[in-house]
């Protein structure tokens, strides 16, 4: 098979300067929105990086880096990428155990499973992942984040151990309930309260920037005028008052035992960035009219996932509420993702240390409302009125990821997403016995389903199946139903009729064998009618053609009743 690499990687950015398709009025526009959701990205880059156990800035080099590679290399007009809330809980639970090389390495191992699903053209499969596990994984990181930033929210001292697990986290609030700092709990809300209600004066300008204004002049204001000190960036990363580093190149120390260690939580973080990814191209293709690329967004989302680790950043992925801004202020192309990455790098250099005034309640009043956007509750509560088994799978998706672990979610996730859709597969393929004295001729099904269709009569000693979609493994067992409801018929030759078997796979082949083996010893015969030519090519592959005989598959349905015939005179 000859790879071709265009086929698979087509970023929309390289193709944007061919035959006059960008000109300066598209570049103004891609300009403002590019300027407004850097400015947007700011608040979220910062919360996000101090919420995944890292370093604000690390949330900003994050939304720079891989802000510019996934428009740069993505194979989406409008997806804007950086740190998002859905990595919070993993990136946490991975430098809480492994430190931040285990990071670098576990967002490099991820990066390489993207560019390896993009390259094997996976990129369609994510689209058929069963929306109530997207749901569940979602509003579970929601509650989860939630829940974790209940200690900055409630102004609890800096230096209180929180465990890891929901349970224990919300047992250790309990017990400290006596430690709130009311102050820290008001500014909180009033954050939060910015936060929610800014949206009916401009949603021009996002209310957690104006949140985080607010609360980084009141915090200096009061620790001046009224010697109320407010636990701030500053206080929790005491470093960062002596001004920022320049983010240099770190080379990753690979180990067999933390690779080994680490292949689950990177195929947790690769999974995640697909889905979300994916998930804001596809709405952002349903706002738009355009169409993405998924398998270059793969590739490009794995690209920027290898390369911004190694200057100190966190994974990252198509962030849809950054994405939706672009479009609303009238972003045309991939060139506002990298403007709004270039916007954050004048942000980094000129105004970041000033970041060490921002108050930690403040952003914990970001991140809330950030879980409440996530949270989906209107679609979870809708989803609860649907099918048992969509429920069963929504709420075990949700209760593992809050309770157990995301990574473990994930794998059941996925199982479950698999065995769903095999499950539907199969109930769209059934086996019927043709039990009239005749049967219709035609093999096409549309004419098959027509009274005046002509028929033909079933010989002596014959009797006639039909398949109705592609032969699984379990259909061999509908066979033996039939076989057990009625053994009073002397039965010489078994014609199965598969006109309408698209596809037979290897598992189907196999039981296909069985069925001939078995009733081969009872002294029966089996016919294969309406063999289409992929279906028999498959059958040859195996040589099921020499053990059932290549004279008894036949391409309808008219010369299988005469073999049948012929044989049962026999």
Not at 423 to 443: D, I, K, P, Q
Request: aromatic letters at 10%.
């Amino acid at each position: 098979m000859n790879f071709n690499l265009k086929e698979v990687f087509q970023p929309k950015f390289f193709g944007l300067f061919k035959k006059g398709h960008y000109d300066s009025k598209k570049f103004t526009s891609d300009l403002i929105a590019g300027l407004i959701v850097g400015i947007i990205a700011l608040p979220l880059a910062i919360a996000f990086g101090i919420a995944s156990g890292v370093t604000p800035q690390q949330g900003l080099i994050t939304a720079i880096v891989a802000g510019f590679l996934i428009s740069f290399l993505g194979g989406s007009n409008f997806l804007i990428g950086g740190p998002t809330g859905a990595f919070i809980v993993i990136v946490a639970g991975i430098v809480g155990q492994y430190g931040m090389q285990g990071l670098i390495i576990a967002t490099i191992m991820a990066g390489v499973f993207l560019v390896v699903m993009g390259v094997c053209k996976m990129g369609a499969i994510f689209k058929f992942i069963p929306y109530p596990i997207v749901v569940g994984f979602t509003s579970g990181i929601a509650l989860t984040i939630f829940s974790t930033q209940m200690k900055d929210f409630f102004g609890l001292p800096l230096d209180l151990q929180v465990p890891a697990g929901f349970i224990p986290q919300w047992g250790c609030y309990f017990q400290n309930i006596a430690n709130i700092n009311w102050i820290e709990f008001a500014m909180s809300m009033v954050c939060l309260i910015i936060c929610f209600a800014w949206g009916k004066v401009t949603k021009k300008v996002p209310g957690s920037l104006i949140a985080l204004i607010v609360g980084t002049v009141a915090s200096i204001l009061l620790s001046r005028f009224a010697g109320l000190d407010l636990a701030t960036i500053g206080s929790k990363f005491p470093e960062l008052a002596e001004g920022l580093p320049m983010p240099k190149p770190v080379a990753p120390k690979f180990d067999f035992e933390t690779v080994k260690g680490l292949v689950s939580p990177a195929f947790t973080i690769a999974i995640l960035c697909a889905i979300e990814s994916l998930l804001a191209a596809m709405v952002a293709d349903g706002a738009t009219g355009k169409q993405h690329h998924s398998n270059t967004e793969l590739i490009g989302q794995g690209v920027a996932n290898i390369i911004t680790p190694l200057f100190g950043g966190i994974p990252a992925t198509g962030a849809l509420a950054r994405t939706m801004a672009s479009i609303k202020n009238g972003g045309k192309s991939p060139v506002t993702g990298i403007v709004h990455a270039v916007v954050l790098l004048l942000i980094y250099l000129f105004l970041m240390p000033y970041a060490i005034y921002i108050p930690l309640s403040c952003l914990a009043a970001i991140l809330v409302q950030v879980a409440y956007n996530m949270s989906e509750w209107r679609t979870f509560k809708y989803l609860l009125r649907g099918d048992k088994s969509d429920v069963a799978v929504l709420l075990i998706t949700f209760f593992l990821t809050v309770v157990v672990d995301l990574t473990v979610a994930i794998e059941v996730g996925v199982v479950l997403a698999i065995v769903l859709f095999v499950r539907r597969v199969m109930e769209t393929s059934s086996v019927s016995m043709l039990t009239g004295s005749t049967v219709a001729a035609s093999e096409d099904s549309e004419m098959a389903s027509m009274e005046d269709t002509e028929r033909l009569e079933i010989p002596a000693g014959v009797e006639v199946y039909e398949i109705d979609g592609p032969f699984f493994f379990g259909l061999a067992s509908r066979f033996e139903e039939f076989e057990s409801k009625d053994n009073s018929k002397k039965i010489k030759v078994r014609v199965i009729r598969m006109r309408k078997v698209p596809f037979i796979d290897s598992t189907g082949v196999n039981n296909l064998r069985n069925l001939c083996e078995r009733t081969r010893k009872r002294g029966v015969t089996v016919v294969l009618s309406g063999v289409t030519d992929k279906v028999r090519a498959t059958l040859e592959k195996f040589g099921v053609d020499k053990e059932i005989g290549a004279e008894n598959i036949c391409p309808h349905i008219v010369p299988a009743l005469e073999r049948a015939s012929q044989l049962s005179a026999e």
